[in-house]
């Protein structure tokens, strides 16, 4: 025999065998596509950006939002043969709003930029030698 409690704002419903015997009666709705609660990815079926896509990190609503949108919506409906080379203007934008925000958008350190021109410059051979030796002393 299946019951249900509530606790809190929970419902918990227990089942038994016999209820999942018993098939399901529920019919299921088509997806509506205009459904403005309906998960969307990054582009909408109308080919519009769906700037509340998780995807895209809240970029679009930060302090930097409107340089992101200008940015990012040319390089979307760019036509140049080179994708987005002209959108240069937008992205020199959206990184000098971002460079006013270090806490929110923090740069490469010089550091991690050398070390990794290094990496970049070794093989995986000679990478795993400098880890063998820098273990061993």
Known sequence: MSYCREEGKDRIIFVTKEDHETPS???LVADDPNDP??????????????WNCPCLGG??????????????SCFHYSTEEIKG???VD???AM???????PDLYPQEDDEEKENLSK??????????VA???KGSS
């Open 25 to 27: 009666s529920a019919e």
């Open 37 to 50: 609660y309906e998960d969307q990815g990054l582009i909408l079926p109308s080919g519009d950006i769906n």
């Open 59 to 72: 970029m679009a609503s930060g302090p930097c939002g409107e340089q992101f949108k200008s940015a990012f």
């Open 85 to 87: 080379s002209d959108c």
């Open 90 to 92: 937008q992205f020199r």
């Open 95 to 101: 990184q000098e709003c971002m460079q006013k925000y």
């Open 119 to 128: 990496d970049l410059e070794t093989t995986p051979a000679e990478a795993a």
């Open 131 to 133: 880890k063998e030796e």
